[in-house]
């Protein structure tokens, strides 16, 4: 099992651009998540879906727009980049009724 | 409004010493408290993680000590190596109609040196 995995790893976009980030994940979980983790922040709960075809915002969702068309993926899409969104984006999953969470690898975003 | 407060932002001790983090919660509703540990350039992976209903857990060199009444609980490593150098994250979740969403603490960057 590959686990939870992101494409890109790294990517740099100009400020307006748009760009949709992918998150993979074969244990056949239903709940998704996009956190984002900036220096002295920790870990920031974008927006998170409890199963196919349904999404809700997190803490931080103003400038992205997710989908969840199968249950394997979580695309998270920025619109119109903005140099606040330079961050590194992390995708995780769990199970229902268990609480871990098994995160991706990550995903560093420059926006200039 | 931080939810779960973390301390200290950065630690470093000597091969074999005892890091102790510590976080501090608000929410009494929150009914798990795992803690994250994260090397460079990786996600975070669960470490060790702990009920309400008991005042301590250890698995290896890792201890979590909760206290329910002061609404705070703490990692302990024992005889740390310079391979626990890492991010540590303490977080919190209840289940029900949050949907077990985690809140985490700010993160503490520890380094032990050889």
């Known amino acids: 099992n590959a686990g939870v995995t992101q494409t890109p790893k790294f990517r740099v976009l100009k400020t307006g651009q748009s760009m949709t980030l992918l998150c993979a994940q074969d244990?056949?979980?239903?709940?998704m998540y996009w956190y984002r983790q900036d220096p002295g922040m920790g870990l920031r709960l974008i927006h998170y879906?409890?199963?196919?075809?349904?999404?809700a915002k997190g803490e931080v969702p103003d400038g992205y727009n997710v989908s969840r068309l199968k249950k394997q993926n979580f695309l998270l899409g920025l619109e119109s980049a903005a140099p606040s969104q330079t961050s590194v984006y992390f995708c995780a999953s769990r199970m229902g009724q268990v609480y871990e969470q098994y995160f991706g690898p990550g995903t560093r975003l420059t926006v200039t | 409004q931080q939810q779960v407060k973390q301390s200290p932002q950065s630690l470093i001790v000597q091969k074999g010493g005892i890091p102790i983090i510590n976080c501090a919660y608000e929410?009494?509703?929150?009914?798990?408290f795992p803690w994250y540990q994260q090397f460079p350039g990786k996600g975070p992976a669960l470490l060790i993680a702990?009920?309400?209903?008991?005042s301590e857990k250890k698995e290896g060199r890792f201890t979590i000590s909760f206290n329910k009444s002061a609404k705070q609980f703490s990692l302990h490593i024992m005889d740390s190596q310079p391979g626990d150098s890492a991010t540590y994250f303490c977080?919190?979740?209840?289940?029900?109609?949050?949907?077990?969403?985690?809140?985490f603490g700010k993160g503490t960057l520890l380094t032990v040196n050889p």
């Open positions: 702990i009920r309400p209903d008991v």
């Open positions: 977080a919190a979740s209840r289940s029900g109609g949050s949907n077990y969403k985690l809140t």
């Open positions: 879906s409890v199963g196919e075809g349904t999404t």
């Open positions: 244990m056949n979980h239903e709940y």
């Open positions: 929410n009494t509703a929150f009914d798990y």
